[in-house]
């Protein structure tokens, strides 16, 4: 962040601060309530056999869409990459897949205008089609807006700062959604009906907020932030080619233990937060109540994004990812033997006092000067896709066990707590908490023994790599 004043610091910090705002309440929105949406209120009207068929059918959709993008997300991350701008690489993607995904995530939630009543096939088709554009534009403005943090910065500190304020509003913009997404749902469906129920008109109304919201975060990240210039950026001068992306990451050994980490974490982490709703509404009977889930969430993650740094300057990132993996064990062991309000009030604190998603991104960001400097290419935004195709696999699976879950413990349509028998809550249990249970102690075990990369060492690996750089530069003059 070299000559800057301290006005310009703050405002990049603020201004990219509020680009993941909208930008992960666009992501909850997707990964948690669209399914939500899918189950309650986007077949109202159908037969509930053909209902239950279709929701199954969204279901496969999303899971199968969503990983067979695995492939393309990387591709996606070298057309940005090779983006030649008066404005830079990323912020024009910013606007682009930001604008168009928005859009079509009013599409999604207006239940594709109501087609799946006139042709349940024609609706399949459609929604297909309509979701893979809406994903791989969504993908451009995720890649996009975390690809700025190392062309803000090289140094690992700085852009702990950058990322600790992402997290921090990304966590507002997350779980603030548990807060507001019954109130809003509610209250446009009165103004349209009359009655006091979510409803579809309400799931439209929500869906347009959201749209808004992500817009206007990522104006913010362009017209607030700028790329900046040094001899290890301007190095990657050369275009790179489809197989350099795939062989870049291939041959990044520790990009790919960071991933295959972050992949379990997240796994867990998205499809707990996606029953959660589930588990107020049938389990506790407490369906106006999930609001305690939001204001938790928001509350703990409000209190430990500032901390990161300043943690970071005495604690070390394993140390930190530890200590947060830990307590999210912890409070699935409350939420399996406790399941009382009180009890998963505490749970929802421990299971969100996490640093796992910075420590990743700082992580991956970092694990870009080491690629460079062992394979010679660097790749900014390709190394930078894969968290949000690793975000996109987690969503998939997080989408098909909540709806598996709805389907196959009744929880759709009508249906409410005074409903649910033993074997429902049992079959709830299993997907909700104790596997996401195994995947978080598998990935805290990943990280630990297989994570080499640290501050110490990408510090080591820069001043080497700036060295090798910049000796290159003298012969060829």
């Known amino acids: 962040m070299e000559n800057r004043t301290k006005a310009q610091k703050i405002t990049e910090w603020i201004a990219f601060a509020f680009g993941n705002l909208g930008h992960s309440a666009f992501y909850g929105a997707l990964s948690t309530y669209f399914i939500v949406y899918a189950t309650s209120d986007m077949f109202v009207g159908i037969e509930k056999n053909t209902a239950n068929k279709l929701i199954g059918l969204i279901t496969a959709l999303v899971v199968i869409i969503r990983l067979a993008e695995v492939v393309i997300d990387p591709i996606l991350g070298n057309i940005v990459d090779n983006t030649k701008s008066r404005w830079g690489k990323f912020k024009p993607w910013q606007i682009i897949g930001s604008v168009v995904s928005s859009i079509l995530l009013v599409v999604i939630f207006t239940g594709i205008f109501g087609l799946a009543k006139v042709n349940w096939i024609a609706f399949a088709i459609v929604f297909t089609i309509v979701f893979v554009v809406f994903d791989v534009f969504y993908s451009l403005a995720d890649v996009s807006y975390w690809g700025m943090v190392p062309a803000i910065s090289n140094n690992s500190k700085e852009r702990g700062v950058f990322t600790s304020l992402g997290s921090l509003t990304g966590s507002i913009g997350w779980n603030g959604l548990a807060i507001i997404v019954v109130p809003i749902t509610v209250y446009f469906t009165y103004l349209a009906t009359g009655k006091h129920e979510q409803g579809s008109q309400g799931w439209l109304a929500f869906a347009v907020i959201i749209g808004l919201l992500s817009i206007l975060s990522a104006l913010s990240v362009v017209l607030g932030t700028k790329e900046k210039h040094n001899v290890i950026r301007d190095s990657a001068k050369e275009k790179t080619t489809i197989k350099d992306v795939f062989v870049g990451i291939a041959k990044n050994d520790q990009l790919l233990w960071i991933s295959l980490s972050y992949l379990m974490f997240s796994v867990a982490y998205v499809t707990t937060n996606g029953v959660l709703y589930y588990l107020f509404k049938f389990v506790l009977g407490k369906p106006n109540e999930f609001w305690i889930a939001g204001v938790v969430a928001t509350i703990v993650g409000f209190t430990t994004s500032p901390l990161y740094p300043i943690l970071n300057k005495f604690i070390s990132r394993k140390v930190l990812l530890t200590i947060g993996q830990c307590a999210m064990i912890v409070a699935y062991i409350i939420f399996i033997t406790a399941p009382s309000q009180l009890f998963i009030t505490i749970g929802l604190v421990l299971f969100n006092f996490s640093f796992t998603q910075l420590v990743t991104v700082l992580s991956l960001t970092d694990s870009i000067e080491y690629g460079q400097l062992k394979n010679g290419n660097r790749n900014e935004a390709v190394t930078?896709?894969?968290?949000?195709?690793?975000?996109?696999?987690?969503?998939?699976?997080?989408?098909?066990?909540?709806g598996g879950i709805a389907l196959l413990a009744g929880m759709t349509g009508s249906a409410t707590a005074a409903?649910?028998?033993?074997?429902?809550?049992?079959?709830?249990?299993?997907?909700?908490?104790?596997?996401?249970?195994?995947?978080?102690?598998?990935?805290?075990?990943?990280?630990?023994?297989?994570?080499?990369?640290?501050?110490?060492m990408h510090a080591e690996i820069v001043e080497e790599l700036s060295a090798k750089l910049e000796a290159e530069a003298v012969e060829k003059q």
């Open 384 to 402: 930078l896709t894969i968290r949000p195709m690793l975000d996109k696999i987690s969503g998939a699976f997080s989408n098909g066990i909540v």
């Open 419 to 456: 409903d649910m028998t033993a074997k429902n809550i049992h079959t709830f249990d299993i997907f909700a908490f104790y596997i996401p249970l195994g995947m978080a102690i598998l990935s805290l075990l990943t990280f630990l023994f297989k994570v080499k990369i640290n501050e110490k």
